[in-house]
């Protein structure tokens, strides 16, 4: 007769998701993403050249089951297979190494499955019967190892990594003249990815391979925190209606209100690029290029709102090129909360003269003694420019006498605007900045432009100069 245990044993082997549950019943926890994971896993291992790519909102368990319980069933079940498990970081793979080789060392003696004598390296150890795991960092040598399956679990580590042209370059090398090169013939292959830029390491396999749905080699297993049919291409893998949350581990399945609740949060807490490539695994984001409107509205303060004391001042220029484009000219205050609070903004096209005026006066409204200028349109000359209207104006007789113009801070940009902005948009996220005032076109800029836009944020930049230079002057706000 069939015990209880003896049938649960044989029922561990179905797939990546019951070997979790059976091996550690207390921490892994079964939910439909999970058993969705778990099934495509199990059938690309089982297709001869199977692909497989897997991108799902962070710390929903697909790593646990797709590259620990995963590699480590496929193992248990084909002991004379030797797989290469890849990752971002030498770290990271010796844990994934590490991890597999422990389910399988305590349990592979069930199967008539052991770790060969003398091998106790995590990243490089084999199975009695021949099979193994290669641990190794994206860029590692694997030289001497032909492998019969692939597990690439996040390639590149975050957003700057995959935004680097060259990063980009060098996966992609390390995947054509290394990996690709160890494969046996009809080696599966399964990816695991934020997909943080368009032409990251999994854009361009689409791009090469094609996806199985229009006759290419990739399946593609996308689980976005909220459904969108538009980024799934049609159905919910999940069968979920547009809108619907995605089940997670630590919430009880069905319950849809807590499901919303976490889901919300986490978009509230991140940039909206950040949750599109994080959350949704959409790295070209339909919604505001920095920041959601909803989140700067909440930043907002009417004008008649009592300030805290102020450490400093100062107004931010991003000059205009000749009078062509939109100067920015944005003034605020550091306050004694440790908050920068915008107070002031006069931007618009205009020539040089005007806009050093406009700044000149925007400095005496509210007591500055900082300029910001961005150096790339000439430091010295609009350093010159600021000083000369000063003067001016002082034997116009508006310059108190003995006011000083304000020091002029040179701040020179050496990335793009988008890239640029996001610092200070994450101190928005973070309420570490309040707009006081109504500033339609200021808020517009934060919440709609993007690259490629043809318009020159003026605004937006000069905003940018002011929080990141009155930032510094204050540690990070303690929330409890």
Same mark, same amino acid.
């Given at each position: 007769?069939?015990?209880?245990?003896?049938?649960?044993?044989?029922? =561990?082997?179905? @797939? %990546?998701?019951?070997?979790?549950?059976?091996? !550690?019943?207390? &921490?892994? $926890?079964? +939910?439909?993403? #999970? *058993?969705?994971?778990?099934?495509?896993?199990?059938?690309?291992?089982?297709?001869?050249?199977?692909?497989?790519?897997?991108?799902?909102?962070?710390?929903?368990?697909?790593?646990?089951?797709?590259?620990?319980?995963?590699?480590?069933?496929?193992?248990?079940?084909?002991?004379?297979?030797?797989?290469?498990?890849?990752?971002?970081?030498?770290?990271?793979?010796?844990?994934?190494?590490?991890?597999?080789?422990?389910?399988?060392?305590?349990?592979?003696?069930?199967?008539?499955?052991?770790?060969?004598?003398?091998?106790?390296?995590?990243?490089?150890?084999?199975?009695?019967?021949?099979?193994?795991?290669?641990?190794?960092?994206?860029?590692?040598?694997?030289?001497?190892?032909?492998?019969?399956?692939?597990?690439?679990?996040?390639?590149?580590?975050?957003?700057? =990594?995959?935004? @680097? %042209?060259?990063?980009?370059?060098?996966?992609? !090398?390390?995947? &054509?003249? $290394?990996? +690709?090169?160890? #494969? *046996?013939?009809?080696?599966?292959?399964?990816?695991?990815?934020?997909?943080?830029?368009?032409?990251?390491?999994?854009?361009?396999?689409?791009?090469?391979?094609?996806?199985?749905?229009?006759?290419?080699?990739?399946?593609?297993?996308?689980?976005?925190?909220?459904?969108?049919?538009?980024?799934?291409?049609?159905?919910?893998?999940?069968?979920?209606?547009?809108?619907?949350?995605?089940?997670?581990?630590?919430?009880?399945?069905?319950?849809?209100?807590?499901?919303?609740?976490?889901?919300?949060?986490?978009?509230?807490?991140?940039?909206?690029?950040?949750?599109?490539?994080?959350?949704?695994?959409?790295?070209?984001?339909?919604?505001?290029?920095?920041?959601?409107?909803?989140?700067?509205?909440?930043?907002?303060?009417?004008?008649?709102?009592?300030?805290?004391?102020?450490?400093?001042?100062?107004?931010?220029?991003?000059?205009?090129?000749?009078?062509?484009?939109?100067?920015?000219?944005?003034?605020?205050?550091?306050?004694?909360?440790?908050?920068?609070?915008?107070?002031?903004?006069?931007?618009?096209?205009?020539?040089?003269?005007?806009?050093?005026?406009?700044?000149?006066?925007?400095?005496?409204?509210?007591?500055?003694?900082?300029?910001?200028?961005?150096?790339?349109?000439?430091?010295?000359?609009?350093?010159?420019?600021?000083?000369?209207?000063?003067?001016?104006?002082?034997?116009?007789?508006?310059?108190?006498?003995?006011?000083?113009?304000?020091?002029?801070?040179?701040?020179?940009?050496?990335?793009?605007?988008?890239?640029?902005?996001?610092?200070?948009?994450?101190?928005?996220?973070?309420?570490?900045?309040?707009?006081?005032?109504?500033?339609?076109?200021?808020?517009?800029?934060?919440?709609?432009?993007?690259?490629?836009?043809?318009?020159?944020?003026?605004?937006?930049?000069?905003?940018?100069?002011?929080?990141?230079?009155?930032?510094?002057?204050?540690?990070?706000?303690?929330?409890?």
């Amino acid at each position: 007769m069939v015990t209880a245990a003896e049938e649960a044993q044989a029922l =561990a082997l179905h @797939s %990546p998701m019951t070997l979790g549950m059976w091996s !550690a019943p207390r &921490s892994y $926890v079964a +939910r439909p993403h #999970l *058993a969705l994971i778990s099934r495509e896993f199990a059938a690309t291992m089982a297709t001869p050249g199977g692909r497989l790519l897997i991108t799902t909102p962070p710390q929903i368990g697909k790593s646990v089951t797709a590259a620990t319980y995963g590699p480590a069933w496929y193992l248990l079940r084909n002991p004379t297979k030797r797989i290469i498990v890849a990752t971002y970081a030498d770290s990271l793979a010796r844990r994934r190494g590490r991890d597999i080789r422990t389910v399988v060392a305590e349990h592979g003696r069930r199967w008539g499955v052991g770790i060969e004598r003398g091998s106790a390296s995590v990243v490089d150890w084999s199975t009695t019967a021949g099979g193994g795991i290669r641990s190794v960092g994206i860029g590692g040598g694997l030289t001497g190892f032909p492998a019969d399956a692939v597990l690439v679990d996040d390639a590149v580590k975050d957003r700057v =990594a995959a935004e @680097s %042209p060259r990063a980009r370059e060098a996966v992609w !090398a390390w995947w &054509s003249a $290394v990996l +690709r090169t160890r #494969l *046996a013939p009809g080696a599966p292959i399964v990816l695991i990815m934020t997909r943080w830029h368009p032409l990251d390491l999994a854009g361009q396999l689409l791009d090469a391979d094609g996806r199985v749905e229009s006759g290419g080699a990739w399946r593609v297993v996308h689980l976005p925190a909220l459904a969108d049919p538009v980024l799934t291409g049609g159905a919910d893998p999940l069968g979920r209606a547009p809108g619907d949350p995605l089940s997670h581990p630590r919430i009880a399945d069905g319950d849809r209100q807590a499901l919303l609740a976490h889901w919300h949060a986490a978009r509230k807490a991140v940039l909206p690029r950040d949750w599109a490539s994080l959350y949704q695994g959409d790295p070209r984001p339909a919604e505001g290029a920095l920041i959601s409107s909803a989140t700067i509205a909440d930043r907002c303060l009417p004008a008649t709102a009592e300030l805290p004391g102020v450490v400093r001042a100062a107004v931010a220029i991003d000059p205009s090129g000749g009078g062509k484009d939109e100067a920015g000219i944005v003034g605020g205050v550091l306050g004694t909360d440790r908050r920068v609070y915008i107070v002031a903004d006069w931007s618009g096209t205009m020539p040089s003269e005007e806009w050093a005026r406009r700044a000149c006066t925007m400095a005496l409204e509210i007591n500055a003694d900082l300029f910001y200028v961005e150096a790339n349109f000439g430091a010295d000359m609009c350093g010159a420019m600021l000083r000369a209207a000063w003067q001016a104006m002082s034997r116009e007789g508006r310059v108190p006498a003995g006011a000083h113009c304000p020091y002029v801070a040179d701040v020179t940009a050496r990335k793009g605007k988008f890239l640029r902005a996001e610092p200070a948009a994450q101190l928005l996220v973070e309420d570490r900045v309040r707009i006081v005032g109504k500033h339609p076109e200021l808020i517009n800029e934060w919440t709609s432009w993007r690259p490629g836009s043809g318009h020159s944020p003026g605004r937006l930049d000069a905003s940018t100069y002011l929080i990141l230079g009155l930032t510094p002057y204050t540690p990070p706000i303690a929330t409890g």
